[in-house]
């Protein structure tokens, strides 16, 4: 049943699902990759190699875009190539390819040839600029495509994220230029990256990504990577207990913290050091950087919070509006992502959050399951100066003058393509089970189900008519609940957590019947290890 409910059906795609490929055994087919520009791509970069080219490797400042740039400069680099990386400043360059940077690299680097990685996609008229100055570009990016694209050599796919499509690359160049032995040596380290920007940039874990998460998280776990052991060190973790958890929440924030508020280079120094004493002290600023970026973004949610309390949002007649939309000249361009997604979070709808200039504007957006975000944005293109993105996630920049006009259109677009129900959030969960069924061996089985993350979700339970013997309020501002579950036949009790859920508190009186649904969860606390209950709802039942 969790199989098919993941679409695995034939005998062949439960094997593929249950025991993952080594994604070096992938071929560019396998990820809808162009095989011919996959090839144009290595032919030109080992011809840099040969006659010493400067190459510069310009990467996005995000955690997938750190992880791709240091994938493919650590690879040119140790097959002998003259490349330096490239990170525009968030602010004063903005999103991928500009003219100012690509003046920036010619001040600095003169380079024959630029390899974009996480971006250039949408970037016809920079890759134009570029090559009127004599400068060659290979795009590896997995945006989605626009109309008019870039004249150059492309390796592009959407199934994987742009570490990916740069991990590809280095696999071929590695196999091209230096046969299979060095693909397996370096290759579990360049693994561990493509598997944190994986993770990070929220590409379904599903096909070759699942393949990479789960091969990547076991080359972290025993890594001696000098940069991921600081950077784990220094987020208060061990190597050898890393899951996806970890690398979404703990690891890849720092590393995207550099590019929202300082500069993303620092973090690609620290995963391609040599150096433990320079790692050390670049994964420390990483961490300060990420606290610092925690209260800010914190300040901004509350100051849109607040000011969408009487307007935009919440009452026009008796319905809220289907898409938020807000702006205000204090926010930070690193951390209006961010906020949009807390919006989301807290409202289930579409926003859309400003940081507002004098004259430009730049703005983040995220969505909900079933409107695409970045094309809704797309449709407005007439009044945008550009735009980039996926489906759940988009990123623009308008002329301030023109907000207005814009909010009215993507109000107006969510009004006619979102349904009052889109607007409601679902839990799906897997299957009905009682108690009796939540036992070791089926937390050991559902081990195969993972890596766990988008696309894969952790399989989620429901147990009817339960009853609640205890609950107390647990963690700062008893903001969660501990329970202890058990039935009414066998008398099997079962701790429990729910998360956020300590307003339930008063409601639950002794044997208190419930339905619950879940997650199964091993609580291992000073040596000894317990079966646990992840609440993810409760239904209150009459007593």
């Given at each position: 049943m969790?199989?098919?409910?993941r679409?695995?059906k034939?005998?062949?795609?439960?094997?593929?699902?249950?025991?993952?490929?080594?994604?070096?055994?992938?071929s560019?087919?396998?990820?809808?990759?162009?095989?011919?520009q996959?090839?144009?791509?290595?032919?030109?970069?080992?011809?840099?190699?040969?006659n010493?080219?400067s190459?510069?490797?310009?990467?996005?400042y995000?955690?997938?875009?750190?992880?791709?740039?240091?994938?493919?400069?650590?690879?040119?680099?140790?097959?002998?190539?003259?490349i330096?990386?490239?990170?525009?400043?968030?602010?004063?360059?903005?999103?991928?390819?500009?003219?100012?940077?690509?003046?920036?690299?010619i001040a600095?680097?003169?380079?024959?040839?630029?390899?974009?990685?996480?971006?250039?996609?949408?970037?016809?008229?920079?890759?134009?600029?570029?090559?009127k100055?004599?400068?060659?570009?290979i795009?590896?990016?997995h945006?989605t495509?626009?109309?008019?694209l870039?004249e150059?050599?492309?390796?592009?796919t959407t199934?994987?994220c742009?570490?990916?499509?740069?991990?590809?690359?280095?696999?071929?160049l590695?196999?091209?230029?230096?046969?299979?032995?060095?693909?397996s040596?370096?290759?579990?380290?360049?693994?561990?990256l493509?598997a944190?920007?994986?993770?990070?940039?929220?590409?379904?874990?599903?096909?070759?990504n699942?393949?990479?998460?789960?091969?990547?998280?076991?080359?972290?776990n025993?890594?001696?990577?000098?940069?991921?052991?600081?950077l784990?060190?220094?987020?208060?973790?061990?190597v050898?207990a890393?899951?996806t958890?970890?690398v979404?929440h703990?690891?890849?924030?720092?590393?995207?913290?550099?590019?929202r508020l300082?500069?993303?280079l620092?973090?690609?120094?620290m995963?391609?050091?040599?150096?433990?004493?320079?790692?050390m002290?670049l994964?420390?600023?990483?961490?300060?950087?990420?606290?610092?970026?925690?209260?800010?973004t914190?300040?901004?949610l509350t100051?849109?919070?607040d000011a969408?309390?009487?307007v935009?949002?919440?009452?026009?007649?008796?319905?809220?509006k289907?898409?938020?939309?807000?702006?205000?000249?204090s926010?930070?361009?690193?951390?209006i992502?961010?906020v949009?997604?807390?919006?989301v979070?807290?409202?289930?709808?579409?926003?859309?959050?400003?940081?507002k200039?004098?004259?430009?504007?730049?703005?983040?957006?995220?969505s909900?399951?079933?409107?695409?975000i970045v094309?809704a944005?797309r449709?407005?293109s007439?009044?945008?100066?550009?735009?980039g993105?996926?489906?759940?996630?988009?990123?623009?920049?308008?002329e301030?003058?023109?907000?207005e006009?814009l909010?009215?259109?993507?109000?107006e677009?969510?009004?006619?393509q979102?349904?009052?129900?889109?607007l409601?959030?679902?839990?799906h969960?897997?299957?009905?089970?009682?108690?009796?069924?939540v036992?070791?061996d089926l937390?050991?089985?559902?081990?195969?189900?993972?890596p766990f993350?988008?696309?894969n979700?952790?399989?989620v339970?429901?147990t009817?008519?339960?009853l609640?013997?205890?609950?107390?309020?647990?963690g700062?501002?008893g903001?969660?609940l501990?329970?202890?579950?058990?039935?009414?036949?066998?008398?099997i009790?079962?701790?429990?957590?729910?998360?956020?859920?300590?307003?339930?508190?008063?409601?639950?009186?002794?044997?208190?019947?419930?339905?619950?649904?879940y997650?199964?969860?091993?609580?291992v606390?000073n040596?000894?290890k317990?079966?646990?209950?992840?609440?993810?709802?409760?239904?209150?039942?009459?007593?």
């Amino acid at each position: 049943m969790l199989l098919e409910n993941r679409g695995v059906k034939t005998k062949k795609e439960k094997e593929l699902f249950l025991n993952p490929p080594d994604p070096y055994t992938l071929s560019a087919e396998d990820v809808e990759i162009n095989n011919e520009q996959l090839k144009k791509a290595t032919t030109r970069i080992k011809k840099a190699i040969k006659n010493k080219e400067s190459i510069v490797v310009y990467a996005d400042y995000d955690a997938d875009g750190i992880t791709a740039g240091a994938i493919m400069w650590e690879t040119i680099h140790g097959l002998g190539g003259n490349i330096m990386p490239y990170i525009p400043h968030r602010v004063e360059e903005g999103y991928g390819l500009s003219v100012k940077g690509i003046d920036q690299v010619i001040a600095d680097y003169h380079p024959g040839l630029i390899v974009t990685v996480d971006h250039g996609i949408t970037a016809k008229e920079k890759v134009s600029y570029a090559k009127k100055q004599g400068i060659d570009v290979i795009v590896t990016d997995h945006h989605t495509k626009p109309k008019a694209l870039p004249e150059c050599t492309i390796v592009h796919t959407t199934t994987l994220c742009g570490a990916g499509v740069a991990w590809f690359v280095a696999k071929e160049l590695l196999r091209v230029l230096k046969g299979s032995h060095l693909v397996s040596v370096q290759g579990e380290t360049l693994t561990e990256l493509t598997a944190i920007g994986t993770i990070a940039d929220m590409v379904p874990l599903v096909g070759a990504n699942r393949a990479i998460v789960k091969y990547g998280l076991e080359a972290i776990n025993k890594t001696s990577r000098v940069g991921l052991e600081a950077l784990i060190a220094d987020a208060g973790l061990t190597v050898g207990a890393l899951g996806t958890y970890e690398v979404s929440h703990m690891l890849a924030p720092r590393l995207n913290a550099m590019g929202r508020l300082e500069h993303a280079l620092d973090a690609l120094r620290m995963l391609c050091t040599k150096q433990k004493e320079k790692a050390m002290l670049l994964a420390q600023k990483l961490g300060l950087t990420n606290k610092e970026r925690q209260q800010l973004t914190l300040d901004t949610l509350t100051h849109a919070l607040d000011a969408l309390k009487g307007v935009t949002l919440h009452r026009q007649g008796d319905t809220l509006k289907k898409l938020i939309f807000i702006s205000h000249e204090s926010y930070n361009q690193g951390v209006i992502g961010l906020v949009a997604g807390k919006l989301v979070e807290e409202f289930y709808r579409p926003a859309i959050v400003v940081s507002k200039g004098e004259f430009i504007s730049k703005a983040s957006a995220r969505s909900v399951s079933g409107f695409n975000i970045v094309e809704a944005i797309r449709s407005c293109s007439d009044i945008l100066v550009d735009v980039g993105g996926h489906p759940m996630a988009a990123g623009f920049t308008v002329e301030t003058a023109r907000l207005e006009i814009l909010q009215e259109r993507m109000e107006e677009i969510a009004a006619k393509q979102l349904t009052e129900e889109q607007l409601i959030r679902t839990l799906h969960i897997d299957m009905e089970i009682p108690l009796e069924a939540v036992t070791e061996d089926l937390w050991n089985a559902l081990r195969d189900f993972e890596p766990f993350g988008f696309g894969n979700a952790e399989p989620v339970f429901m147990t009817r008519t339960v009853l609640v013997k205890d609950a107390r309020l647990v963690g700062k501002d008893g903001k969660h609940l501990k329970l202890r579950i058990t039935n009414h036949e066998s008398r099997i009790t079962i701790d429990a957590i729910a998360f956020g859920m300590g307003e339930l508190y008063g409601k639950l009186k002794s044997d208190q019947p419930v339905d619950i649904a879940y997650t199964i969860d091993m609580n291992v606390w000073n040596g000894s290890k317990k079966l646990q209950l992840k609440v993810k709802d409760v239904q209150l039942l009459p007593q």
